[in-house]
Protein backbone atom coordinates (compact mmCIF):
# COMPACT_ATOMS: atom_id res chain seq x y z
CA UNK A 1 0.00 0.00 0.00
CA UNK A 2 1.57 3.36 -0.97
CA UNK A 3 1.02 5.95 1.86
CA UNK A 4 1.69 9.85 0.96
CA UNK A 5 3.40 11.43 4.38
CA UNK A 6 1.63 12.90 6.55
CA UNK A 7 -1.57 11.58 5.86
CA UNK A 8 -3.58 8.67 6.99
CA UNK A 9 -5.07 6.22 4.16
CA UNK A 10 -8.49 6.95 3.41
CA UNK A 11 -10.81 3.62 2.99
CA UNK A 12 -10.33 2.70 -0.37
CA UNK A 13 -6.32 2.57 0.28
CA UNK A 14 -6.50 0.57 3.48
CA UNK A 15 -6.09 -3.44 3.47
CA UNK A 16 -8.72 -3.44 6.28
CA UNK A 17 -12.00 -1.62 6.19
CA UNK A 18 -14.14 -0.96 8.71
CA UNK A 19 -18.01 0.49 8.83
CA UNK A 20 -20.34 0.44 11.53
CA UNK A 21 -24.09 0.26 11.49
CA UNK A 22 -27.27 -0.58 13.58
CA UNK A 23 -24.21 -1.79 16.51
CA UNK A 24 -22.34 -3.88 13.94
CA UNK A 25 -18.96 -3.02 13.10
CA UNK A 26 -18.11 -5.10 9.92
CA UNK A 27 -14.52 -5.58 9.19
CA UNK A 28 -12.94 -6.32 5.27
CA UNK A 29 -10.04 -7.85 4.84
CA UNK A 30 -9.40 -5.62 1.47
CA UNK A 31 -6.60 -6.53 -0.22
CA UNK A 32 -8.24 -9.20 -2.37
CA UNK A 33 -4.98 -8.79 -5.60
CA UNK A 34 -2.65 -10.73 -3.09
CA UNK A 35 -5.53 -13.41 -2.00
CA UNK A 36 -6.07 -11.36 1.52
CA UNK A 37 -2.95 -13.09 2.88
CA UNK A 38 -1.86 -11.91 6.25
CA UNK A 39 1.30 -9.74 5.33
CA UNK A 40 2.89 -7.86 8.11
CA UNK A 41 0.51 -4.45 6.99
CA UNK A 42 -2.50 -6.10 6.90
CA UNK A 43 -2.37 -8.20 10.05
CA UNK A 44 -1.63 -4.75 11.48
CA UNK A 45 -4.46 -2.96 10.24
CA UNK A 46 -6.91 -6.14 10.97
CA UNK A 47 -5.92 -6.22 14.98
CA UNK A 48 -6.33 -1.53 14.92
CA UNK A 49 -9.51 -2.05 13.19
CA UNK A 50 -10.63 -4.78 15.47
CA UNK A 51 -9.31 -3.42 18.68
CA UNK A 52 -11.02 0.01 17.76
CA UNK A 53 -14.22 -1.72 17.50
CA UNK A 54 -13.79 -3.59 20.78
CA UNK A 55 -13.40 -0.34 22.16
CA UNK A 56 -16.11 1.66 20.65
CA UNK A 57 -19.36 1.69 22.78
CA UNK A 58 -21.51 2.07 20.47
CA UNK A 59 -20.64 -1.68 18.71
CA UNK A 60 -22.32 -4.76 19.86
CA UNK A 61 -21.05 -7.55 17.96
CA UNK A 62 -17.80 -7.72 15.23
CA UNK A 63 -18.24 -9.38 11.59
CA UNK A 64 -14.97 -9.93 10.02
CA UNK A 65 -15.38 -10.65 6.30
CA UNK A 66 -13.04 -10.52 3.07
CA UNK A 67 -13.51 -9.31 -0.47
CA UNK A 68 -13.94 -12.18 -2.97
CA UNK A 69 -12.43 -14.84 -4.02
CA UNK A 70 -10.50 -15.61 -1.37
CA UNK A 71 -11.32 -15.59 2.66
CA UNK A 72 -7.23 -15.24 3.35
CA UNK A 73 -4.55 -17.22 1.48
CA UNK A 74 -2.82 -17.25 4.97
CA UNK A 75 0.98 -15.99 5.81
CA UNK A 76 2.16 -13.88 3.41
CA UNK A 77 4.60 -15.50 1.14
CA UNK A 78 7.01 -12.73 1.09
CA UNK A 79 7.27 -12.12 4.81
CA UNK A 80 7.69 -16.04 5.72
CA UNK A 81 10.68 -15.81 3.47
CA UNK A 82 12.07 -12.92 5.08
CA UNK A 83 10.25 -11.92 8.50
CA UNK A 84 10.05 -8.44 9.13
CA UNK A 85 8.40 -8.83 12.76
CA UNK A 86 8.90 -11.42 15.82
CA UNK A 87 6.60 -14.70 14.58
CA UNK A 88 4.06 -13.40 17.50
CA UNK A 89 3.38 -10.12 15.69
CA UNK A 90 2.17 -11.79 12.87
CA UNK A 91 -0.28 -13.16 15.02
CA UNK A 92 -1.79 -10.06 16.15
CA UNK A 93 -4.99 -9.98 13.89
CA UNK A 94 -6.52 -12.80 14.72
CA UNK A 95 -5.45 -12.77 18.43
CA UNK A 96 -6.99 -9.41 18.43
CA UNK A 97 -10.63 -11.01 17.70
CA UNK A 98 -10.13 -13.40 19.37
CA UNK A 99 -9.55 -11.02 22.94
CA UNK A 100 -12.57 -8.90 21.47
CA UNK A 101 -14.92 -8.50 24.00
CA UNK A 102 -17.90 -8.20 21.99
CA UNK A 103 -19.23 -11.39 19.89
CA UNK A 104 -17.06 -11.97 16.36
CA UNK A 105 -19.06 -13.58 13.25
CA UNK A 106 -16.47 -15.05 10.67
CA UNK A 107 -18.31 -14.41 6.86
CA UNK A 108 -16.17 -17.05 5.27
CA UNK A 109 -17.18 -17.26 1.58
CA UNK A 110 -14.32 -18.45 -0.30
CA UNK A 111 -11.35 -20.45 1.12
CA UNK A 112 -9.45 -19.78 4.18
CA UNK A 113 -5.56 -21.32 3.47
CA UNK A 114 -3.33 -21.94 6.57
CA UNK A 115 -3.34 -18.81 8.98
CA UNK A 116 -6.69 -17.57 6.83
CA UNK A 117 -8.03 -20.74 9.16
CA UNK A 118 -6.75 -18.86 12.39
CA UNK A 119 -8.90 -16.27 11.38
CA UNK A 120 -11.85 -18.05 10.96
CA UNK A 121 -11.61 -19.74 13.90
CA UNK A 122 -10.74 -17.07 16.73
CA UNK A 123 -14.48 -15.61 16.54
CA UNK A 124 -17.24 -16.50 18.45
CA UNK A 125 -19.36 -18.15 15.54
CA UNK A 126 -18.55 -18.95 12.04
CA UNK A 127 -21.13 -18.88 9.13
CA UNK A 128 -19.99 -19.66 5.58
CA UNK A 129 -21.41 -20.46 2.45
CA UNK A 130 -20.73 -23.51 -0.18
CA UNK A 131 -17.77 -21.60 -1.97
CA UNK A 132 -15.51 -21.67 1.48
CA UNK A 133 -12.86 -24.16 1.98
CA UNK A 134 -11.39 -24.50 5.45
CA UNK A 135 -7.22 -25.93 4.42
CA UNK A 136 -4.55 -25.71 7.42
CA UNK A 137 -2.09 -26.77 4.74
CA UNK A 138 0.84 -26.13 7.15
CA UNK A 139 2.55 -29.11 6.78
CA UNK A 140 2.44 -29.23 2.94
CA UNK A 141 5.03 -26.41 2.92
CA UNK A 142 6.96 -27.90 5.93
CA UNK A 143 5.85 -25.93 8.36
CA UNK A 144 4.37 -26.50 12.07
CA UNK A 145 0.80 -24.96 12.66
CA UNK A 146 0.97 -21.95 14.75
CA UNK A 147 -1.26 -19.38 16.33
CA UNK A 148 -3.73 -22.00 18.30
CA UNK A 149 -4.86 -23.28 15.43
CA UNK A 150 -5.10 -27.02 16.66
CA UNK A 151 -6.49 -26.16 19.99
CA UNK A 152 -9.10 -24.20 18.29
CA UNK A 153 -9.88 -27.03 15.43
CA UNK A 154 -9.98 -29.70 18.98
CA UNK A 155 -12.81 -27.00 20.74
CA UNK A 156 -14.41 -26.82 17.42
CA UNK A 157 -14.39 -30.35 15.68
CA UNK A 158 -12.71 -33.16 17.64
CA UNK A 159 -9.39 -34.24 17.87
CA UNK A 160 -9.68 -36.52 15.14
CA UNK A 161 -11.49 -34.09 12.97
CA UNK A 162 -8.29 -31.91 13.97
CA UNK A 163 -5.76 -34.78 12.71
CA UNK A 164 -7.50 -35.00 9.35
CA UNK A 165 -7.46 -31.47 8.69
CA UNK A 166 -4.01 -30.85 9.38
CA UNK A 167 -2.09 -34.25 9.62
CA UNK A 168 -3.61 -36.22 6.47
CA UNK A 169 -4.47 -32.59 4.49
CA UNK A 170 -8.08 -33.32 4.54
CA UNK A 171 -9.83 -29.69 3.72
CA UNK A 172 -13.17 -28.95 4.42
CA UNK A 173 -16.09 -27.31 1.74
CA UNK A 174 -18.72 -24.81 3.31
CA UNK A 175 -21.19 -27.63 3.87
CA UNK A 176 -18.85 -30.46 5.26
CA UNK A 177 -17.49 -27.53 7.26
CA UNK A 178 -21.31 -26.88 8.77
CA UNK A 179 -22.17 -30.75 8.92
CA UNK A 180 -18.94 -31.49 11.61
CA UNK A 181 -19.06 -28.43 13.50
CA UNK A 182 -16.65 -25.99 12.34
CA UNK A 183 -19.03 -23.58 10.80
CA UNK A 184 -22.30 -22.92 12.71
CA UNK A 185 -24.20 -22.69 9.38
CA UNK A 186 -23.44 -23.36 5.65
CA UNK A 187 -25.80 -20.81 3.66
CA UNK A 188 -26.84 -19.67 -0.19
CA UNK A 189 -23.19 -17.28 -1.10
CA UNK A 190 -26.11 -14.50 -1.89
CA UNK A 191 -27.24 -14.83 1.76
CA UNK A 192 -23.88 -15.15 3.03
CA UNK A 193 -23.24 -11.12 4.57
CA UNK A 194 -26.66 -11.30 5.23
CA UNK A 195 -27.02 -13.79 7.77
CA UNK A 196 -23.88 -13.23 9.14
CA UNK A 197 -24.95 -9.77 10.55
CA UNK A 198 -28.11 -11.13 11.16
CA UNK A 199 -26.39 -12.89 14.34
CA UNK A 200 -24.53 -9.94 14.90
CA UNK A 201 -27.10 -7.41 14.78
CA UNK A 202 -29.08 -10.06 17.48
CA UNK A 203 -26.31 -10.05 19.84
CA UNK A 204 -25.83 -6.39 19.60
CA UNK A 205 -28.86 -5.89 20.38
CA UNK A 206 -28.92 -7.52 23.92
CA UNK A 207 -27.65 -5.90 26.98
CA UNK A 208 -24.59 -5.19 26.59
CA UNK A 209 -22.66 -5.73 29.79
CA UNK A 210 -24.83 -8.80 30.03
CA UNK A 211 -23.76 -10.32 26.32
CA UNK A 212 -19.46 -9.11 27.65
CA UNK A 213 -19.86 -10.93 30.83
CA UNK A 214 -21.50 -14.20 29.27
CA UNK A 215 -18.87 -14.38 26.60
CA UNK A 216 -16.21 -14.05 29.22
CA UNK A 217 -18.29 -17.07 31.36
CA UNK A 218 -18.38 -19.14 27.90
CA UNK A 219 -14.63 -18.87 27.45
CA UNK A 220 -13.74 -19.55 31.33
CA UNK A 221 -15.92 -22.64 30.93
CA UNK A 222 -13.63 -24.19 28.79
CA UNK A 223 -11.37 -25.21 32.22
CA UNK A 224 -14.70 -26.56 33.75
CA UNK A 225 -14.76 -30.43 34.01
CA UNK A 226 -17.75 -31.19 36.18
CA UNK A 227 -21.09 -29.97 36.64
CA UNK A 228 -20.57 -29.02 39.83
CA UNK A 229 -17.65 -26.55 38.92
CA UNK A 230 -20.11 -25.16 35.83
CA UNK A 231 -22.97 -24.32 38.13
CA UNK A 232 -20.22 -22.67 40.86
CA UNK A 233 -19.08 -20.55 37.42
CA UNK A 234 -21.84 -19.57 36.32
CA UNK A 235 -23.80 -18.77 39.75
CA UNK A 236 -22.44 -15.13 40.69
CA UNK A 237 -22.70 -13.97 37.21
CA UNK A 238 -26.62 -15.16 37.69
CA UNK A 239 -26.75 -13.48 40.66
CA UNK A 240 -25.30 -10.38 39.56
CA UNK A 241 -27.85 -10.03 36.52
CA UNK A 242 -30.72 -10.84 38.50
CA UNK A 243 -29.83 -7.47 40.08
CA UNK A 244 -29.88 -5.75 37.49
CA UNK A 245 -32.17 -2.80 36.51
CA UNK A 246 -32.59 -4.20 32.88
CA UNK A 247 -33.73 -7.69 33.95
CA UNK A 248 -36.02 -6.63 36.20
CA UNK A 249 -37.90 -4.47 34.21
CA UNK A 250 -38.05 -6.81 31.13
CA UNK A 251 -39.41 -9.67 33.76
CA UNK A 252 -42.36 -7.24 34.62
CA UNK A 253 -42.48 -6.70 31.11
CA UNK A 254 -43.24 -9.99 30.31
CA UNK A 255 -45.20 -10.71 33.10
CA UNK A 256 -48.03 -8.36 32.30
CA UNK A 257 -47.63 -10.01 28.73
CA UNK A 258 -48.61 -13.56 30.30
CA UNK A 259 -51.02 -12.35 32.65
CA UNK A 260 -54.46 -14.30 32.67
CA UNK A 261 -56.48 -12.38 29.62
CA UNK A 262 -53.54 -10.83 28.23
CA UNK A 263 -53.30 -10.21 24.58
CA UNK A 264 -49.80 -11.04 23.58
Not at 19 to 42: M, W, Y
Not at 146 to 154: A, F, N, S
Not at 168 to 195: P, S, T, Y
Request: charged share 25%; with cysteine.
Amino acid sequence: MTQVAGREPDQSERLVRRTTDGGVATITLADASHRNALSLELTTELAAAVTAAAGDETVGAIVIAAEPPVFSAGGSLDDLLNPRAPLEEMYAGFEAIAAAPVPTIAAVGGPAIGAGVNVALACDVIVCSPAARFDPRFLDVGLHPGGGILWRLRERVSRQAAAAMVLCGDALDGEAAAACGLAWRCVADDDLMEVATSLARKAATRPRSLVRLTKQTLDASAAITDGTAAVALELEPQRRSMEDPIFLDRLRSLREKVRPGAVS
